[in-house]
């Protein structure tokens, strides 16, 4: 699973970086999307000093991505070549909803036209730009009112993907997509083995940075910040994680006995990149953790990783899908499966992940899912635990997934699990700590035991 982050804030931009400039990186974000490409490498081939102002309206303008699709094609049948198109979309969406504007229509306008006269690949198109641009600045009302016949332009993702959280979630779609087109906040997972959680919300007041406690681990910020600016971060008193991913270690070693009650517990976190689970798993347990990986520069960020925060884990390159090129033949005590998923639970802190996605991946992955769980099962000792999670809130990645798994393997006891965690806090038949805080990605998590012989 991604690395959670926060919801970048549009930052108050230096004099030498005119916005002009912002807006072509992030028509160059949304071009690289289009064309089936993760936006963050995409973000990474922006010039650092524009990266935060041009990360921050692409995540904007990826937000907003149906709707002024739906408004380009109200304004012109045809659409333009595809870089003046993705300038016309980012303008669109960053002016299209007034109160969640970063800045003034009147100012989006100029500044979209002047980085359209100021590259070579839209200089042609900036009159046709400006000319549709004003069109919607003086039609807003009308134009605004005949895409909302579109679903897609309404909740700001593509067609099928709205159909199939309603058919999954049929009482609260609505309310999913709307989480997923909200801002996350930045949430920090205390290192208990360095600070406490009370401890470190001090030393935040004593700055004057506002926060407030997430559950037993977590630190929820009112205002989003570079984390490497916070107290103790080189120190390791802290790592970014979302708050539903902070159940996961918890769920795997409540109750959990070492062997012969004297012993460490051997854990392999399968999946592991970028290792926040392993940490965590670490920080509240003294165990030997194997974390998993098949890709190795991924691999070494989990060694980066751990070292700012003081711990160790044995870290492998190797594919979960075939032990006998990794595996000791040491049973594991418990294992944590962090599958490969669509994502789809943490759009609001990706949200290219909606325009990225295929209806097919979803089988592809639920196949790729049933697999591993197959293949680690016999890796677990009699009596030990197996805690699947994806970071999904559709029901092939979670719960179909689980119920097929348990009437094929008799020896897998279901234990009471959260299910589907769906985005901002709502776990239909799940259970879940009182403490949780109510903002949270969209997590499934489904804790078997393996029955003793």
Request: net charge neutral.
């Amino acid at each position: 699973m991604q690395q959670a982050q926060s919801t970048p804030a549009f930052p108050h931009s230096p004099a030498q970086v005119p916005l002009w400039r912002q807006l072509q990186g992030a028509a160059s974000v949304v071009m690289a999307v289009r064309d089936g490409q993760s936006m963050t490498p995409a973000l990474e081939d922006v010039d650092a000093q524009l990266r935060p102002g041009v990360q921050a309206l692409a995540f904007h303008a990826l937000r907003w991505l149906g709707r002024a699709e739906a408004l380009r094609q109200q304004l012109a049948k045809r659409p333009p070549p595809p870089e003046a198109d993705a300038l016309l979309c980012v303008a669109l969406a960053l002016c299209c909803a007034e109160d969640d504007a970063p800045y003034t229509a009147h100012t989006l306008v100029d500044q979209a036209v002047e980085a359209a006269k100021r590259s070579e690949a839209t200089r042609h198109q900036a009159s046709f730009i400006n000319g549709c641009l004003r069109r919607f600045l003086r039609e807003r009302e009308e134009l605004m009112a005949l895409t909302e016949k579109s679903p897609q332009a309404v909740w700001n993702h593509p067609q099928w993907w709205i159909d199939r959280v309603r058919k999954d979630h049929p009482a609260q779609w609505q309310a999913i997509l709307r989480a997923n087109n909200s801002r996350a906040p930045l949430i920090l997972r205390i290192n208990e083995r360095k600070t406490t959680q009370a401890q470190y919300l001090r030393a935040l007041a004593a700055i004057n940075i506002e926060a407030y406690p997430s559950g037993q681990h977590g630190v929820v910020l009112a205002q989003a910040c570079p984390v490497s600016a916070l107290p103790g971060f080189a120190e390791g008193h802290f790592a970014v994680q979302d708050a539903a991913a902070q159940l996961a270690a918890p769920l795997l070693l409540g109750g959990l006995q070492a062997p012969g009650g004297t012993g460490r517990l051997n854990i392999l976190d399968a999946c592991a990149a970028p290792g926040g689970k392993t940490a965590h798993l670490l920080e509240l347990a003294d165990c030997d953790v194997t974390a998993l990986d098949i890709d190795a520069r991924r691999c070494e960020r989990i060694g980066q990783n751990l070292q700012r925060l003081g711990l160790q884990a044995r870290v492998v390159v190797g594919d979960a899908g075939q032990p006998g090129r990794w595996w000791d033949g040491r049973p594991f005590d418990a294992i944590l499966l962090d599958a490969p998923c669509t994502a789809s639970g943490i759009v609001r802190r990706h949200p290219d992940v909606r325009w990225l996605r295929r209806p097919s991946d979803i089988a592809q992955l639920a196949s790729i899912q049933a697999h591993l769980l197959a293949t680690l099962w016999p890796l677990l000792k009699p009596g030990g635990r197996l805690l699947y999670c994806t970071c999904s809130v559709f029901l092939a990645e979670g719960e179909q997934q689980v119920q097929m798994f348990v009437a094929h393997h008799t020896d897998a006891l279901l234990q009471p699990s959260p299910g589907h965690l769906l985005p901002q806090g709502e776990a239909p038949g799940g259970v879940l700590p009182d403490n949780l805080t109510r903002d949270h990605d969209g997590f499934y998590y489904a804790l078997l035991e393996k029955r003793l012989a």
